[in-house]
């Protein structure tokens, strides 16, 4: 039965590629613009030679895969701290999934006789229990995989994003039996720059309520010239969950705390282990990479503009056609929102989208005939390396796509 099921699955992904080079995958010899990059992860683009010396260095020296702490690792949190200022602290992790695990383990022991997790509408946490949950008509969690045990489903609440009247209401209902909030500052759901007032909302609100505030950057670490959402706002959260663009390629995530939970977690036991944790060829590779990205800031910054540019030329051509689109971007991850419509939160898109699934994948299918691979997530990923040349044309393919079907 099992050799059944992994052969049915193997048949079923038959859009495997061969390699990948820059912003491009290949499949057949055949190349495509590849809009995703591994889900943010190769912000340098695909076989990079900052990640292939990285890798043929750390193993001509003598290594040691093991989760115990090396030069490699403590060197790491030093450039990290160059990104992230307000870590005083580091717990690292594989996974994104696994740190967000083991940062509710930490705002769970800091108020452990607290009920309650607050969960943004439109953040994604990856596949843990605890958060794998979405909103339902009534607001009320519904899981969005068998196999959760009921009793998280009674343990999450949700606000909705950008709506401070809703969320401040929803909050004071239960204030003092929440143990934590967690958001992604900027969501691949909804990327924009509108989010400011929210998140200073919820790190004052937090702060006066003893809230443990948790900001999932895990998919906006590194990506800007501004080196996070919370270093470009001037926010500083309790806990800080970095990955994706940290490993460069390599399996590698991180907890950053700030000097007030590191204090607060010497009165507990809480088990961090994990066995590739801090391994010191993911370490050396991140620190290579975040040394590259140190030295490229203004490379980011044009890949900033390249991508307003994007931003404006696709928005210029769906208003002037009168096309039910719209491109939403912060800094360099962007996403087209099948709707004309301005939206605050996923909860809104989705609605105005699911009208739209038809026409949303004869768009798709459109692209990929013009070499063009669209994300089934929808979020757009361009690596560093892309060029004007590239960018226009995908302006024109997407626009054309857009003025076909919608």
């Not at 809480?270 to 490379?299: D, E, V």
């Not at 769906?318 to 962007?334: E, G, H, L, P, Q």
Request: glycine share 4%; proline share 3%.
């Amino acid at each position: 039965m099992s050799k059944k099921i992994l052969n049915e699955n193997f048949q079923k992904d038959r859009k495997h590629y061969n390699y990948g080079q820059g912003i491009y995958i290949y499949k057949n010899r055949k190349k495509y613009f590849d809009l995703s990059q591994s889900s943010g992860v190769l912000f340098l683009g695909h076989n990079h030679n900052n990640f292939k010396k990285s890798l043929k260095s750390i193993i001509k020296n003598k290594i040691s895969i093991s989760s115990k702490p090396n030069s490699y690792s403590e060197k790491l949190f030093k450039l990290i701290k160059f990104f992230f200022p307000n870590f005083h602290k580091i717990i690292y992790c594989t996974t994104g999934s696994e740190s967000v695990i083991k940062a509710l383990r930490i705002a769970k022991s800091i108020n452990y006789k607290k009920k309650y997790l607050v969960s943004v509408t439109g953040s994604w946490h990856g596949s843990v229990d605890q958060t794998l949950f979405y909103p339902n008509k009534n607001n009320r969690p519904s899981p969005l995989s068998s196999g959760i045990d009921n009793v998280m489903k009674e343990n999450i609440i949700f606000v909705q994003n950008q709506n401070i009247i809703q969320t401040k209401k929803i909050l004071n209902k239960k204030k003092n039996n929440i143990y934590a909030v967690i958001i992604e500052p900027v969501m691949g759901s909804l990327p924009n720059e509108e989010m400011k007032n929210y998140l200073k909302f919820l790190v004052k609100y937090c702060k006066k309520n003893n809230i443990t505030l948790i900001f999932d950057e895990i998919i906006t670490g590194f990506r800007s010239e501004n080196k996070s959402v919370q270093n470009n706002y001037n926010l500083s959260p309790d806990i800080t969950l970095i990955g994706k663009v940290l490993g460069g390629g390599t399996p590698i995530s991180a907890i950053g705390i700030t000097k007030k939970i590191s204090l607060k977690l010497k009165k507990y036991k809480i088990f961090f282990g994990g066995t590739f944790s801090a391994n010191s060829i993911s370490s050396y590779i991140a620190m290579r990479n975040l040394i590259f990205l140190k030295k490229n800031i203004p490379n980011i910054k044009k890949l900033n503009l390249k991508c307003k540019s994007f931003q404006e030329k696709i928005n210029y051509t769906t208003k002037i056609n009168n096309i039910d689109a719209r491109v939403y971007r912060y800094s360099n991850i962007m996403r087209i929102v099948f709707s004309k419509k301005i939206v605050r939160n996923r909860v809104q898109r989705d609605f105005l989208e699911n009208k739209k699934i038809m026409q949303k994948n004869k768009f798709i299918k459109y692209l990929y005939k013009n070499n063009i691979y669209y994300p089934s997530n929808g979020i757009i990923f361009l690596p560093l390396t892309t060029t004007y040349k590239e960018m226009k044309y995908l302006i024109k393919f997407i626009s054309q796509g857009l003025k076909m079907f919608f």
